[in-house]
């Protein structure tokens, strides 16, 4: 799983600037904090069903009080010439 998580954060970094995975190193440490429960110990994520694991994630998160979700914040432009 290891290797796993290696090249995604390697294919990620191609993706997006340094700043952006040091932001979402945050969210890399919870899941790895989740996969760490004995019952979520497998070798590899293919091991289980895609579905299966966000449930399992998710009911964590609330058990633990994460949020599910993040308010996105909106940005709005104030035109300060009059035309």
Known sequence: ???????????????????????????????CEFLQKPSNQVKSLMERDENVWIKQ????????GRALTKAKKEYIRMNLWKK
């Open 57 to 64: 994630l998710k009911a964590w998160m609330l058990q633990k």
């Open 1 to 31: 799983m290891r290797k796993e998580f290696e090249n995604y954060i390697r294919y990620r970094g191609t993706k997006v600037s340094i700043l952006t995975i040091k932001t979402e190193r945050n969210y890399f440490n919870s899941l």
